[in-house]
Structure formats: structure tokens, C-alpha cells
């Protein structure tokens, strides 16, 4: 009979193995602890811990304050009420113009649905952020969501892709295409100033070096075609720029009058040569402090 070499036969080899274990046990990625979804509503998505942190109160605007895109409000509350109540509904991509209120747009959308599913006597829908640099952890997220008796939005604002970045074919695997799919409770909602999510120099250059070159295009543009629901935002023009002041401004009881409100909040715009819900949203911080306004609970920026 063989006799093993000294150094296995060694007392210490226990804790050299235990050592070795431990060590991996580190480096293994981790796995995704169970949720508590009644915790809240809306969630961030914690990609290094696997952890879903409830968030008690959204930084969101009222839907009423959303002006000059009453059309696509309207088409992604209706998409997000029929994905609420188990009716089929598409992966919404809100792009455009910066500072239009893309991402404010989903979560009011969120707000507004689950009052209507509390009339109902619903469940409510959950809202889930995940951010850009986690895309790859989604698989897990959606393992996380996929048994629960809930639906989910996932929202990932700011979306798009670098020249290096293939993560993006993560994201079309579980979007749609996978083995698995994405499941039949969870959404995906995205917003981008990108209309196809992958910039045009990136394009041209898989295009300059495939053998192929409009199938190398097709791969980039494909991402986009998960969305079934692309809703554009187009910079306002002036009516809807002064519509956003205003509402602001009633919505606060900034004590200002309409003639002094509208010549100061156009030069504010052209001051900064852009107009915006976001500018409008600068401008009334700008003349609440200095009329002692406290906007204690204020709406989130446009974005």
C-alpha cells in the first residue's frame, strides 16, 4: 500500500484545506439573498451584495407637473396598467432630448398605476432600479423576481454602451432570445439619449471591419428591438417651457407675478441656451430661495 507523500500526511493539511476553502468561498460571486417585497414599493438593486434596498419614498414628480408630453405619458401609463393588471405589454425605451423628463415620466407612471391598482384591490406593482454598470448581474436580479407572486418594473436610467462594452449582449439574452427568457412578471423600462443605445462611431467601426458589414450593424441596432415601446422626447419649445414654470409655480404658491415670472424664467433659458423641464425646474429653485420660498417637498429635477 502507497503511503502518502509527508507534506498530505501532514497534521496541518485540515487547515491548509480549510484556508483554501475560505479563500474561494471570497472570491465566488454571491449569491442573491431572499427579498422582502412587502418592505416597499421600490427597490435599488445592490449588484455586489445581491441585495434588493427598499426605498420608503421615491424622489419622483406628481404626473400633473409632467408637461408637453401628454401623448407619451398616456401610451407608457397604459403599458405599464396593462402589465399591472397580467396583460400582455412591451419593454419600454424612453429616449430623446436631455432634461424631458424621461426617467421622472417612469416613475410617476409607477405612482399612477399603483393608485389605480389600490383602487382595485390590487397588489401593487413593484419598481426596481438597477444601475447602467450592473447590467450584467440581471440574470441574477431576475432569478431574485422571478418566483414572487408580484410584478416588477425594472428601470435602468441612462442606458447605453461604450465601444469596449459587450454587456449589452447580456441584456438582449434576457430582454428576449434566452433560454429562459425574460420572466412573465418583470418588465423593462429604460431611458437613453440614444436612440439605438449604441453610439454611431461604434457602428461605423464594426461596420469597417467585419467581413459582413451589415450584419455587424444589425448586432448593435438589434439591442434597440427588444423595446416594442420606443417613446420619443423632442426638446420643448417655448409654450411648453413656460407651462412647466408656471405649473411649478402654482404647485409651490411662489408669490410672483405672471408678467416678471415668464421675461425672467425665458432669460433663464436663454442664459443657458437650452429649454427644458429641467431648466424650468432650475429657474423655480432659483426665484423660490430668493422670494424665501421653501420648497420642502420638492419634485425631482426632470431628467
Request: charged share 25%; net charge negative.
Amino acid at each position: 500500500m502507497t503511503s502518502l507523500p509527508d507534506d498530505l500526511a501532514s497534521p496541518d493539511l485540515g487547515a491548509v484545506l480549510v484556508r483554501i476553502a475560505d479563500a474561494l468561498e471570497r472570491i465566488a460571486p454571491a449569491r442573491a439573498a431572499s427579498a422582502d417585497f412587502d418592505a416597499a414599493d421600490a427597490f435599488v438593486w445592490q449588484a455586489e451584495a445581491r441585495h434588493l434596498e427598499p426605498v420608503p419614498r421615491v424622489n419622483r414628480v406628481e404626473m400633473e407637473l409632467l408637461k408637453g408630453i401628454d401623448r407619451t405619458r398616456d401610451m407608457l401609463v397604459d403599458n405599464t396598467l396593462r402589465f399591472a393588471r397580467g396583460l400582455p405589454a412591451n419593454n419600454a425605451l424612453l429616449w430623446g432630448a436631455r432634461g424631458m423628463g424621461k426617467s421622472s415620466l417612469v416613475k410617476a407612471s409607477h405612482a399612477d398605476v399603483n393608485r389605480s391598482m389600490a383602487a382595485e384591490g390590487l397588489k401593487p406593482l413593484k419598481l426596481v432600479e438597477i444601475h447602467r454598470e450592473d447590467i450584467e448581474t440581471l440574470p441574477a436580479l431576475m432569478t431574485l423576481m422571478r418566483a414572487s407572486a408580484y410584478r416588477f418594473i425594472v428601470f435602468c436610467d441612462d442606458l447605453s454602451f461604450d465601444a469596449d462594452d459587450t454587456s449589452y449582449k447580456s441584456l438582449k439574452a434576457v430582454l428576449e432570445g434566452g433560454i429562459e427568457g425574460r420572466p412573465e412578471n418583470v418588465i423593462f423600462y429604460a431611458t437613453s439619449n440614444r436612440r439605438h443605445l449604441i453610439p454611431r462611431d461604434m457602428m461605423e467601426n464594426e461596420r469597417s471591419t467585419a467581413i459582413n458589414p451589415g450584419e455587424a450593424v444589425e448586432e448593435k441596432v438589434s439591442l434597440s428591438d427588444r423595446f416594442g415601446l420606443w417613446l420619443g422626447f423632442h426638446k420643448c419649445d417655448q409654450d411648453d417651457y413656460l407651462a412647466m414654470v408656471n405649473g411649478y409655480a402654482a404647485h409651490f404658491a411662489i408669490p410672483i407675478d405672471a408678467e416678471t415670472l415668464r421675461r425672467e424664467a425665458l432669460e433663464w433659458a436663454t442664459t443657458r441656451g437650452a429649454r427644458s423641464g429641467r431648466t424650468a425646474w432650475q429657474y423655480v429653485q432659483d426665484v423660490a430661495g430668493r422670494l424665501g420660498v421653501s420648497l420642502s417637498e420638492p419634485p425631482a429635477a426632470p431628467r
